[in-house]
Nanobody
Framework: QEQLVESGGGSVQAGGSLRLSCTAS????????MAWFRQAPGKEREGVAT????????YYSDSVKGRFTVSYDNAKNTLYLQMSGLKPDDTATYYC????????????????????WGQGTQVTVSS
């Protein structure tokens, strides 16, 4: 059974840093896309960063580009999101997602493209 378990959320002051982790289990094959999404109260879930586990292709939303870094440890089957320069607008529940990529090497950043989701972890940034 495919499963994603997130950890690493918390509260931090503006300008601070946090690292989120997402450990995957039950996924077979190498053509896997993994992604971080976030959802703030009253807003739609949005794609923050994606990574293709069999290559170097990554994607960042404009709102986090230059501040967040996504990476993957193959040995630990764990996706990370290093967040720096955090802003109050980054406050949200962050979700890890994964699914197979059928063609190409660029992972989608839309919610509908992913069937497997973690439980979410809260990130709160105070001013």
């Amino acid at each position: 059974q495919e499963q994603l378990v997130e950890s690493g959320g918390g509260s931090v002051q503006a300008g601070g840093s946090l690292r989120l982790s997402c450990t995957a289990s039950g996924f077979t094959g190498n053509n896997i896309c993994m992604a971080w999404f976030r959802q703030a109260p009253g807003k739609e879930r949005e794609g923050v960063a994606t990574l293709y586990t069999s290559g170097d292709n990554t994607y960042y939303s404009d709102s986090v580009k230059g501040r967040f870094t996504v990476s993957y440890d193959n040995a630990k089957n764990t996706l990370y999101l290093q967040m720096s320069g955090l802003k109050p607008d980054d406050t949200a529940t962050y979700y890890c997602a994964a699914d197979r990529l059928y063609g190409g090497t660029r992972c989608p950043s839309k919610v509908v493209a992913y069937l497997n989701w973690g439980q979410g972890t809260q990130v709160t940034v105070s001013s």
